[in-house]
């Protein structure tokens, strides 16, 4: 079974500009998760979409968005990208049922630096 | 709410030694817990997860972890450290009911191995 594939691996991008991530989940997973990661902050939730709806969201200002299409495949945006974009963004897919310990298989990440 | 504290944002060890990396976690609610490992500039790889059905849980590559409630604490242990076994581990609970498809995570142990 193919893992999280995301898409692209490495982007460099201006400040000012917006960018889109792509993340393919697990065949037969639902839900996918979003995370930023950088040295100060660590792992932070971004979103979580189920069926092309958005269950959760973490807190994150409004340039963050995103979306979940009919085959489970999401997307991320982040408009007016700022120095502080700069992150390993990390995708995680799961089967989104109730139980809450069903594990997330995360995405090798897609590293973005805004210069 | 809940939330992860990893005590120790850098332990090494000598090749063969015991491996302890501690985790302790905050929960309203009985908690499900994991362990990942992060190796440089890759996603996140599931070690073992806790799913109230055994206190002591055995994950891949040799590594556990017991769960104690008492101590609030479920901390990852592997009887003899391996090269291979340098990399960043994070301890994550899920975000509870009503907060589907998020893992808050601790801030990381990296690992460091000496021949």
């Known amino acids: 079974k193919a893992g999280v594939t995301q898409t692209p691996r490495y982007l460099i991008k201006t400040r000012g500009q917006q960018v889109t991530l792509s993340c393919s989940p697990i065949?037969?997973?639902?839900?996918v998760s979003w995370y930023q990661q950088t040295p100060g902050q660590g792992l932070q939730f971004l979103f979580e979409y189920f069926s092309e709806t958005q269950r959760n969201k973490g807190n994150f200002p409004g340039r963050f968005s995103g979306r979940q299409f009919s085959n489970s495949r999401s997307e991320m945006n982040v408009s007016t990208l700022e120095l502080g974009d700069s992150a390993l963004y990390l995708c995680?897919?799961?089967?989104?049922?109730?139980?809450?310990?069903?594990?997330?298989?995360f995405g090798q990440g897609t590293r973005l630096t805004v210069v | 709410a809940q939330s992860v504290t990893q005590l120790g944002s850098h332990v090494s060890v000598s090749e063969g030694a015991l491996v302890l990396l501690r985790c302790n976690y905050s929960?309203?609610?009985?908690?499900?817990l994991f362990w990942y490992v992060q190796y440089p500039n890759q996603g996140l790889q599931l070690l073992l997860k806790?799913?109230?059905?055994?206190?002591l849980v055995k994950g891949i590559n040799g590594f556990e972890a017991e769960f104690k409630k008492s101590e609030t604490s479920f901390h990852l242990t592997k009887p003899s450290a391996h090269m291979s076994d340098a990399a960043e581990y994070f301890c994550a609970v899920s975000g509870g009911s009503g907060n589907t498809g998020k893992l808050i995570f601790g801030q990381g142990t990296t690992l460091q191995v000496k021949p």
């Open positions: 806790y799913t109230s059905a055994a206190t």
């Open positions: 929960s309203s609610v009985p908690p499900y």
């Open positions: 995680a897919s799961s089967y989104g049922t109730a139980n809450m310990n069903t594990e997330a298989f």
């Open positions: 065949s037969g997973h639902r839900s």
